[in-house]
């Protein structure tokens, strides 16, 4: 049976009972993350600077599709130095698997052990560095990298849970992990305190932390003195050591285990493939738009160049329309779409269309300006040639970004239509601080 069989069988069992599913994790996010983790891997539509960039990222969600793939579910110890997260790791496995040194601090990177194999999967538990070692941010980076590898999270502490505590706790369980907050060693406390402590935990993270996942554990008791009185009334003292007792935590691990199991494993990978999906649209967004910036502005200076020196006034909105064309069909290449010269002379009439009822008066300038030029028979030209260059500049930059918006929208205008659309584009840009720059570049290239 596939991992995914089993998350489906998971599912079926927690209807069975009458429950609801484990977080209300949707059927079709579970089929999705099996459909879409091995596609966004290999996805080959990925540009490599994307990829690049990620690379971590990309790292990371192949180990979690391996993991998948072998079963696994990892339960992670998080926490402050010195409170026991190696000890309390160990008490569970039974054996010596995390180093418990005295020094403080000793672990300084994640370390793993295999725990035993159950019928969702195979258990393993992760030791992390002490989080009162570092600063804010990378108390926040370590807690986010934890929270996407492990399934299960065991927050640790060995008192009343301190502040930094606390909204690491809350930000776990808002990243929809499963969370437990165990108490560890208990034994220095009285029975009645220790209920106290848990009672007083259950209180302070009842927003987002169910009561039965707040349990205590010693996962490595100190030794006790013990007085010893022989038949003749001597004195003598004694070392007992203590068996560790992590027996609450073994059992809500497993009720957890048991009624969640592998679908805790593919939560967390739908979660972090969509969580890297996101990013790599981001990142594609943002190079297409990066790339398609400098198209335009390419464009706008040639454009402006071509309008700046020549002294005909049809053929320089012949040669305008003609540039505004090409710009079009490149922009369409930068996200994707293959457009014919028909088709960008298409849209190019209803930008136009939009910009003309919203800025008439600038083509009113752009003839006047241009028939100046042919009157003065030149004479006006050196007054007048930046000027309109800087227009035929400025209604390229309009254009270029109303095409850009109606690709960047899958060739559609969305729910604003061309005119709101050339509106907003319009109410965004700074005009006179954009025809400032536009003369300078003119007058640059006519130098």
Request: charged share 25%; net charge neutral.
């Amino acid at each position: 049976m596939t991992i995914w069989n089993q998350v489906q069988s998971v599912l079926q069992k927690w209807r069975l009972r009458g429950k609801t599913e484990p977080r209300a994790i949707p059927e079709q996010h579970l089929l999705a993350a099996n459909r879409n983790l091995r596609d966004l891997i290999e996805d080959t539509n990925i540009p490599s600077s994307v990829r690049e960039e990620l690379s971590a990222e990309f790292d990371e969600i192949t180990e979690i599709s391996d993991k998948l793939r072998s079963g696994e579910i990892h339960i992670a110890a998080f926490g402050r130095v010195g409170v026991g997260k190696s000890s309390l790791l160990n008490a569970l496995l039974q054996r010596e698997a995390f180093s418990t040194s005295p020094l403080h601090g000793e672990t300084r990177q994640e370390n793993r052990a295999a725990w035993r194999t159950l019928e969702e999967g195979n258990l393993v538990l992760i030791d992390t560095p002490g989080i009162d070692e570092l600063d804010g941010e990378e108390r926040e980076r370590l807690a986010h990298q934890v929270s996407r590898r492990a399934d299960v999270i065991l927050v640790v502490c060995d008192s009343d849970l301190v502040e930094s505590e606390f909204h690491v706790l809350q930000g776990l369980a808002s990243r929809q992990r499963a969370v437990l907050l165990v108490l560890n060693k208990a034994d220095r406390y009285s029975s009645q305190e220790t209920e106290q402590l848990l009672q007083r935990m259950r209180d302070r993270c009842s927003a987002f932390l169910a009561a039965d996942r707040v349990v205590s554990a010693s996962a490595a008791p100190r030794p006790r003195t013990v007085l010893n009185v022989d038949a003749d009334g001597n004195e003598t003292e004694s070392v007992r050591h203590e068996e560790p007792d992590v027996h609450a935590l073994h059992a809500c691990l497993w009720s957890l285990l048991e009624a969640e199991g592998q679908s805790l494993a593919a939560l967390n990978a739908a979660l972090f493939a969509s969580e890297l999906d996101q990013k790599v649209a981001t990142r594609i967004v943002e190079a297409r738009k990066s790339v398609a910036e400098k198209i335009i502005r390419n464009y706008c200076i040639g454009k402006g160049l071509v309008v700046a020196l020549n002294p005909v006034p049809v053929t320089d909105l012949l040669a305008a329309a003609g540039s505004d064309v090409a710009m079009v069909i490149h922009l369409g290449e930068v996200y994707g779409f293959r457009l014919s010269r028909r088709e960008a002379s298409r849209l190019l009439i209803t930008i136009s269309a939009q910009l003309v009822a919203l800025m008439g008066a600038y083509w009113g300038m752009n003839l006047v300006s241009s028939a100046l030029k042919t009157v003065s028979a030149g004479l006006s030209t050196a007054l007048t040639a930046a000027s309109q260059g800087a227009l035929a500049w400025y209604a390229t930059y309009l254009t270029g970004k109303m095409a850009q918006t109606w690709f960047s929208k899958g060739k559609s205008w969305g729910n604003q239509g061309p005119r709101e659309t050339a509106r907003d584009i319009l109410a965004s840009l700074d005009r006179d601080k954009l025809l400032q720059t536009a003369r300078q570049d003119i007058r640059d290239r006519l130098r």
